[in-house]
């Protein structure tokens, strides 16, 4: 018993009948190339560039046009088109998951019922801002008021940030610098 | 030529060749690996593929699509107008390069 399975490569009205193990191939290649293209904001438009290049060979190994493909035939063409070079060096461009620095608590002003604490813990915790402020209430419920007493002293501890976005960016630029 | 070092140049050299390629009139990118087959700068669609995107993106080049008797519709490359540009920049500076070169290897004047 054979697999057939039936693939479209970009730009190619025709389907191509692969075999499992020449699926495998080119599904292994076309993973590695999006790998290596990385932060490439063009990559949708090389990956279909590379898809409509393979059809192509592809047809012209193909004599019968209803043949099944098989994995050497696939391999040929990958050698052909070669593995995907962004001449940034073969490392792969995505950096390693970054260790970044440490996250800062701030007060931000979008959005802020009093100073903008409860929004600057809930960017720092990822939680609901709404589940902040609940917490927030019901701890100074149970303990006299001891968050309040920590508010305060944040409002004139913690840096100002203006926007959520602006918090976040600030990560992000932070991280992405390694 | 296969040093390490050469590769290096090769590599770096390989966008300034495709912009001569492309200044000759439209082409595509089968045409353009067709004119570096025979040299040392013989090139893949992954090699090339993501480095025409990265011209376009730097605004040397662009492309037009034009259908073809024997296959789906091919994109097709002119110079833009900074791709002009820099190749006339390149060009320059490479006569004055090579002379350069010659004139540091010959004898020093006293």
Redesign the interface.
Known sequence: MQTVIHVSL????KTFQLDQEAYNALQAYLER?RAR?GR???YE??LR??E??I??KL?KSLRADSRVINRREVEVVLA????????NGDAPADPPPPFGRPRRLCRIEEGKWFFGICQGLAAYSGIAVEWVRSLFVIVSVFTGGLPILIYVIMMFVLPVVQTRNEYDASLRTHVGAV | MDLEKFITLR?GLLEFLILGIVSSGRVY?ADMMQRLSKTDFA?????L???L??M??DQLLDYEWQESET???R?YYKLAATGRKQLAEFREYWKSLTSLIEELGKPCKP
Request: net charge negative.
């Open positions: 970009s730009g190619h009205s190339a293209l490439d904001p063009d438009e090389v560039d590379l409509q290049s059809g192509e047809n052909e088109v070669g593995a995907v070079n962004t001449g | 590599k990118a090139t893949q669609e992954g090699t593929y993501p480095l995107s990265r376009r993106r296959g789906p519709p994109k």
